[in-house]
């Protein structure tokens, strides 16, 4: 049985939210908790009883964003529903060595998948480009940005480590070739939100999946 959503956590997500879209199209020095609560409709009081101060809605932000991403993990790599979040990495040797996945056609999907995602949630793309710009300067989004490359690196260092046993893809350190390979992918995705869906998905598609390949096949 789901547990009960409250109040309180009904009003969190709201702020939270509304504090991404704030962000988004605000910048991320700019956003106070009055404009957050003004966005979600509610009183500042209301937000600064969720919320104590501005870093800690900020805070919120990062964790909810991360959800999201490891959300679409399954969709992006092509992993079954059932497989749980609790010890996957254990898992995914197992699962990507069966000879019956098709580890070419699991990364096409995966591109497109990427750049789905980045297509349907700009404002999160927009967040996600403000946060870039603080790394330096605030360890929280540090942690975040960090952690996350990780988790969708890791990932693709297991898929890359087994097209390599395979004969499939080329003799390349798996962690390296994931950090290239996801790298350029959500680059090309970030700057097509960036500045304006300037080219055709479909193209980019293309476009990344030939810059992939021929970084990754053998020949």
């Given amino acids: 049985m789901s547990p009960k959503i409250g109040i309180g956590d009904i009003r969190r997500e709201q702020l ?6 704030c962000i988004a199209s605000k910048g991320y020095h700019r956003v106070t908790l009055e404009d957050v609560s003004q966005e979600a ?71 497109r998948a990427l750049l789905a995602m980045v297509e349907d949630n700009p404002v999160i793309c927009q967040v996600v480009l403000e946060f870039w710009c603080q790394i330096p300067h605030n360890p929280a989004i540090a942690d975040f940005n960090s952690s996350l490359h990780k988790h969708l690196r890791n990932i693709s260092a297991v898929i890359i480590a087994e097209g390599i046993k395979r004969g499939v893809f080329k003799k390349r350190d798996p962690q390296e070739a994931s950090f290239v390979m996801i ?36 020949k």
Avoid at 16 to 21: G, V
Avoid at 187 to 210: P, R, T
């Fill in 41 to 111: 409709g509610l009183s500042k009081g209301i937000a600064s009883y969720y919320f104590k101060n501005r870093e800690d809605l900020l805070i919120s932000v990062i964790r909810r964003m991360r959800d999201h991403v490891i959300a679409n993990t399954k969709t992006i790599y092509g992993l079954p529903n059932e497989l749980e979040e609790e010890g996957l990495f254990e898992k995914l040797e197992q699962y990507y060595a069966n000879p019956e996945i098709d580890l070419v056609i699991l990364i096409h999907g995966g591109v």
């Fill in 183 to 218: 790298s350029s992918i959500a680059g090309v995705a970030l700057n097509q939100n960036l500045y304006g869906k300037q080219f055709d998905k479909e193209v980019l598609s293309k476009a990344i999946e030939e810059m992939v390949f021929g970084y990754l096949l053998e």
């Fill in 16 to 21: 939270t939210q509304a504090a991404m879209k």
